[in-house]
């Protein structure tokens, strides 16, 4: 497959997105509200409020390291992403498509696809646990990498096959229909804790809750075969769980629209309603229940509602991000049609989602989706604040129609390796890398960029 | 699903159903936790809550696209 051909398939899928954003286009703050409090109220939240309680994040972890972390993920979308986004008004595609060159923005094109496979494997393993409920399903528990029984598969490729269907289909109208279900699914959560208050022994007027929290839901013990979390943990986690969309700067193709660069303040909707109060009712059904899956542990807190919950949840959340997989995957395949590409994003999304690990290991694949895409965002940043006062070329890809900037494919690249050996070798947990990634990011490609056109300039001119 | 813009009384009532359907769907479990019903009606309660909910805001809120 010729690089030019990839080059052009890839334009015509982000044709529209190609200039940017005009004046007339421009929205209000209340649809970044809406996008921002409808997102991020999702089918991981479940998930994540009980893997906090299984390793022992404390009460005061929780509730003091919670409210920093989503105040430091706030503040990042807020003086990071939206005033780039504002600025420039370009998509995340073309921003690095002029930075970095179509070939190497194709390779990123794929990372980010499989990433959003995966993704959507676990809301698909999530909904798994509801529906299986009426069939009695063995659900995995904490531990269970592998898939644990014949019912248990054959539940994920029935999930798995109506997503991929509908997102063959097209998923606008699931979309409509996510925007409809976030309300609900809020007052889901917390009418399911609330529920779970009497099983507890939580009394009426709050007087004992955290006495109760500290005893029996947040006790700061790990359980067996679970790492401790501390307080750093809950920050760092809290604040990178969707480092790709603010350090990383997927984002940037939201707030492209919005009429001000404060918007990004629209932001703490979605964490303080979906990262905070949802994760916090989350681990609290989670301690009135009997089982680690999210299915049965909404059912056991609510009945039928709280399943219902579990499907949906996971539902909209998977089907735009395989949708969004699809996408990313076609360029790879410029002759097959946007069905067939689907298809296999369905394939590898239902093939995922059949082992437990996605789901049970869910916030060590959320740290590594972010360390892999961070780098990126490292790179705008430099090119947008740091090149002018450095004397270089911002856009350089684009001004110069090279294919592969290579400062910045190095600058990816080493950043991959070094997260690989600090993780691998050193032992440091993933949730401590993205930040060190993202300011080496940034320090690398300047210093690449320095040695790179400088060099280029010099041969250019002495050439 | 709603391709027609719905008029302004019937729209009135749907909000007024859907807001209703919000409230059963919180409202039970607080109910509950005071000991005024049982565990089985509140989830029998949410589930009306649900329907009533979904019934109803899929009509104030799903707008079809201009073609």
Known sequence: MKVSSVTRKLDKLYEFDREPVTKNKLQGIGNFLGIYAGEHVAGTEFVIGILFVAHGVSVTDLFIGGFIGNLLAVLSWAFITSPIAVKERLSLYWQLRKICGPALVFIYNIVNALMFCFLAGAMVAVSATAVGIPFNITMPALGDFYPNSIGWVVTVICVGAVITVIAIMGFESLARFAKIAAPWMFLIFVAAAVNSFPKLGIEPGLGNFWQVANDTIWTGIAMPGQSQFTIWHVIFFTWLANAAMHLGMSDLSIFRYAKKWYYGFASAVGMYLGHYIAWIASGVIYAAATSDSPGPVAYQAVGLAGAVCVVIAGWTTANPTLYRAGLALQVASPNWKRWKVTLLAGLITTTAAMFPALVMQLLDFVALYGLILIPMGGIIFADFYLFKRFKLESYYAEKHNIMFNSAAGLTWLLLLVISLIANRIIGIELFFLPIPSWIMAVVLYLGFSVVHQKYLNKNLSTG | ?67
């Open chain 2, 1 to 67: 699903m709603g391709s027609q813009p719905i008029k302004p009384r019937l729209r009135i009532t749907f909000i007024i159903i859907a807001a209703a359907g919000l409230i059963l769907t919180l409202m039970p479990s607080f109910l509950n936790w005071q000991g005024v019903i049982g565990p089985e009606k509140v989830n029998n309660l949410m589930v009306a809550g649900t329907i009533l909910w979904f019934g109803s805001a899929i009509f104030i809120f799903v707008k079809k696209d201009p073609d």
